[in-house]
Structures are given as C-alpha cells and as structure tokens.
C-alpha cells in the first residue's frame, strides 16, 4: 500500500469512490468464491442432517423392535430376537404366587407348574435391641468382667467370614463392624438400622449356593450382636457355614427341578415365583397377533417417513434466483429478509442427488427381495406388505388383515422374514440370508458412509458409532478421499479459501496500483496548478 495517498485535492474528483467502484467490479471473482463456499458449507449440512435421520432411524428402530438392550453400564448390546416380549403372550391361573411373561422363543400351548419351595439367601437379624456401643463394651459378663482377652491378642478381634478376615480394635462399634462386614465380605449385605437398634445380615443372592461361613470368634461376635440366622446350618471344623435354599418346581410332569432364583426362565416362559402353591398353576402362551402386528406397523409407519423425506429431498429443484448474499448484499437487509432469503437460496441442495438416490434405491430393493431361509413367508408380499403407486416413491403399504392372518399362521417364519440373522459372514450369500431388517440397516450404514466421506462427521461421531462400532474406521483411516478424517466438501471449501486468499492478495495490489497512479496524477496536476498560477502572477506583473 502506497505510503501517501492524495484524494482529488487538486482534480476535485471523489478518488475514494472512483477507486471503490473499480474494486467492486474487481471483488465480483471473490464474491463468486463466497457464494461457492457457501452453498458447499450448506450441502454439508444437509449431508450432515441427512446422515443424523439415517442414524436415528436405526436407532429408534432398534429399541422399539427390542434388537438392542441396556446392559448394565448403560451401553448398548444386541438383543437376539427369540428375546422380544412382543411376539408370544401369557397368562397365569394365580398371579399371586405365579407371575409370568413370554420371550419369542416360548413354545405355544398349555403348561402347570406347582411351587414346592421359593428360593431363599442365608439371612440374620438381631432378635432384640443391640445398642451401637463398642467391643470392649460388647464382650463383657454380667459382672461387668472382660470375656474376651485383648491384651493377649494384641488389642484387636480376628474374626474371619466367608474366608475373608477382618480385624476390629476395641473401641470399635457395632455400626463399624456392620460397615466393615458390608465393604469387605463379597456375597454378604450388612447394615445396622439405629433407630430400631438391629442388625441385619444378608446374601446378595439365592439358592444353595448363597452361603456365609463363619469361624469361631464370628460366631460369639454374632452371638453378642442377637443374630438368628435362617437357612440350612452345617459344621465344619471350627466353623459353621449357612446355606441358602433353591427354589423348587414341578413343570408340566417333569418334577422337582430346582433353580438358585425365584427369577427363571423355562421354555421360553419368563416365571417369577411369589409364593408356595397348594394346587398346579395353569399357563398358557399364545401369539401375540396384535403385539407382532403393532411392531411391523411401527417399523413401516416410520420407514415411510424416512422416505418421504428424503424423497422430497432430491425432488426439491434449486432456486437459481437466489444465490447466496455477499457481506455488502446482507448490510442493506434486516434479520428476517437475510433469513427469508436463504432459506429459498438453500433449497434443492440435494436435488437429484446421485448418493442419496443409490441409497434409496439399494434400499427399495432390499426389502423387496426374498429372505433364503426364512420358511413359508420369505417375501413381503407374501405377507400382505405391498409398495404403492409411482407417486408414493417406494413407500410400503400394509394389509393389515394378510399381514395378521400370516402372524398367526406362522409366526416363526415372519419373525425370521424381518429379523433373521445369516449364516455366511459376507458378500451375496450374506445378504440373501439377512432378515429385511438386519439387511435394511446395512444399505443404510453403507450410505452412511459414503455421506461420511462426502461430507465428514458434522460432531455426530458417538451417534454414528451407536449405529455401528467401526462406522468411522475408513473414514478416519482415509480410505476414500487420501486424506485422513477431511470429506470431499472439507478439501473442496478449503481449495476455495485458498483462492479467496489469493484473490483478495491480488485486489490488495490492484487497489494500490489504482491509489499510486491517481496520486501521481493529483501530484501532476497540482504541479500544473502551481506553474499556471505562477505564470499568471509573472503575466500579471507586466
């Protein structure tokens, strides 16, 4: 930039706005990289949304259909389809002391079961009133005489329960030991209630395999706390150990089967025990025809949606009217004209777009195809599920009187039609054997990817990965672009900032070369100035 620029001092011309003029005619090649980068950085959005719904839909899909479960970590895990509560229903004769649910897998009919005993841990409780007062206190006689010798075992107390031993000093209370038992003994629950004065000692499970063993020092302890154990008591040694008591049923003929739970399953038959029983329980599963039915409808009601949306999508025609604003465009308009026109200037970005289209398309044809393997209902036709008009756009159409009649007639054969997992690991074979579902999902992630690497990840990396664990290995890996983790449309926007940086480098110079030449004519004219007003001083001395 010129060190001194003169502004039409001796021409009189407004130079800032002449040169202004010029370099607006000049900036017209920076706008146009403007608008370039900006209808780049609204198709990346649109991608990025686009790939939000693919996601979600799996997702939403997946719960709702009961193919994933909440493991204890609060993750995600699959959950097999012979799992899903929805398809078989179940009653019991006695919900008192027989309540009951029915997994997929459940076998149709009528049952008895009789309950001869409930499962049961080892429990104790104080049977009176313990004070919270220390050991010393504790191992005392009526006449107030130690019982226990402190001194001559190192003023502490060994006690040793289900082979873990713990070590309590005198001045220890009742609520520390309970505490210590609590943190320190796997398998054993203990807590100390201050306000009825008791303590309560429990197995965190059930059965014959719930135990607590304790020696000799933990059996005075106990004694001095007013324990009274439940359970099944043998000695050994110097110990006595406590068991726990199975729970025991007789099904349907088969007698005596024994189970460490009240919670089990048998024959697909989700059974919680409540109480004994003096006569057989009956229960009888049966599909659930309207629970089936209502599952399929809501996989197809939501997969419409998906698709009419994107339908709309890559019909929507841009509108080449309206191109994005440059900075100066948007200082003449308000808040809501800026907002208005772009949201006619973003319309049409995915306008016949190829990706997208090849996504539905291999999609449609997923779900049209045949399931080997699935049994007497391997197409959805078969079962009453039919695409529409032209106009519909590959929407699906249900019969809901075919589609409940094929649940009641076969319903393994339907569950395997949707859900079924295939045999063979990849390619062809895969896909034939591949559930609509399970097979759906797959196209999806498959476009999924190619809209990753369009596009990049937009912040959605936990969604996607939600969806499938290894979604982004090639992405990140730069299988697609040669770049690792930059999208096509992230190398293509930074390609563009590269020119608007040299372009605006050039205008810089262009600018300065305009100010030196108006300068130098200012000079030039005002030297012209001082010689002709010199000239007319020297004419006028005459």
Do not use: C, H
């Amino acid at each position: 930039m010129s060190s001194l620029r003169i502004s039409g001092i001796a021409s009189g011309l407004d130079t800032q706005s002449i040169i202004q003029s010029l370099m607006k005619v000049e900036r017209a090649k920076v706008d146009r990289y403007g608008q370039n980068k900006q209808l780049k950085l609204w198709k990346q959005e649109t991608y990025n949304s686009v790939n939000k719904d693919f996601a979600n839909f799996v997702l939403d899909i997946r719960k709702e259909l009961e193919m994933t479960k909440t493991s204890i970590t609060g993750g995600l895990m699959s959950n097999s389809s012979s799992n899903f509560s929805y398809v078989k229903k179940v009653t019991s004769s006695n919900e008192s002391a027989v309540s009951v649910s029915a997994l997929a897998s459940a076998t149709p009919g009528s049952y008895t079961l009789e309950v001869k005993n409930l499962a049961t841990g080892v429990s104790a409780a104080s049977s009176s009133a313990v004070d919270n007062i220390t050991l010393g206190e504790l191992f005392v006689d009526a006449n107030g005489d130690e019982t226990y010798d402190w001194s001559g075992n190192g003023g502490v107390y060994t006690v040793e329960i289900n082979g873990k031993e713990l070590q309590f000093d005198k001045g220890a209370k009742v609520s520390d030991v309970v505490k210590k038992i609590n943190s320190e003994v796997d398998g054993v629950n203990a807590s100390y209630d201050a306000t009825a004065k008791r303590v309560f000692i429990s197995t965190v499970k059930t059965g014959s395999e719930a135990k607590i063993k304790i020696d000799e020092n933990a059996e005075a302890l106990f004694n001095g706390l007013k324990l009274t154990f439940s359970g099944e008591s043998t000695a050994d040694g110097g110990s006595i150990e406590y068991s726990g008591i199975n729970a025991k049923i007789n099904f349907n003929g088969a007698e005596d089967i024994e189970y460490s739970s009240n919670n089990f399953t048998i024959n697909g038959i989700q059974i919680e025990l409540k109480a004994k029983t003096e006569s057989p329980v009956t229960i009888n599963v049966n599909t659930d025809v309207d629970g089936v039915y209502d599952k399929i409808k809501t996989f197809v009601d939501k997969y419409n949606e998906l698709i009419a949306k994107l339908n709309s999508m890559v019909r929507e025609k841009p509108n080449r009217d309206y191109k994005p604003l440059t900075a100066e465009q948007k200082e003449s308009m308000s808040d809501d004209e800026i907002k208005k026109w772009e949201e006619k200037a973003k319309a049409g970005m995915l306008y016949n777009d190829s990706t997208i289209q090849n996504t539905l398309a291999t999609m449609r044809l997923g779900l049209y195809s045949e399931v080997e393997g699935a049994g007497k209902y391997n197409q959805l036709t078969l079962i009453g599920i039919n695409t529409g008009t032209y106009d519909t756009k590959g929407k699906l159409i249900i019969d809901e009187e075919k589609l409940k009649k094929a649940i009641a007639d076969d319903p393994e054969s339907v569950m395997n039609l949707f859900f079924q997992e295939p045999t063979a690991t990849e390619g062809d074979a895969k896909k034939k054997e591949s559930g609509l579902i399970n097979r759906l999902f797959d196209d999806i992630v498959d476009g999924m990817k190619e809209l990753i690497n369009k596009s990049g990840t937009g912040g959605n990396e936990d969604l996607y990965r939600n969806v499938k664990s290894n979604i982004l290995v090639d992405f990140v890996l730069g299988k697609a672009t040669g770049t690792g983790s930059l999208s096509y449309l992230d190398k293509d926007i930074l390609d563009i900032e590269k020119s608007i940086y040299n372009e605006e480098s050039r205008l810089v110079r262009i600018e300065n070369a305009y100010w030196t030449k108006f300068t130098a004519m200012e000079k030039a004219l005002q030297q012209m100035n001082s010689q002709s007003s010199w000239i007319s001083q020297q004419l006028g001395s005459l």
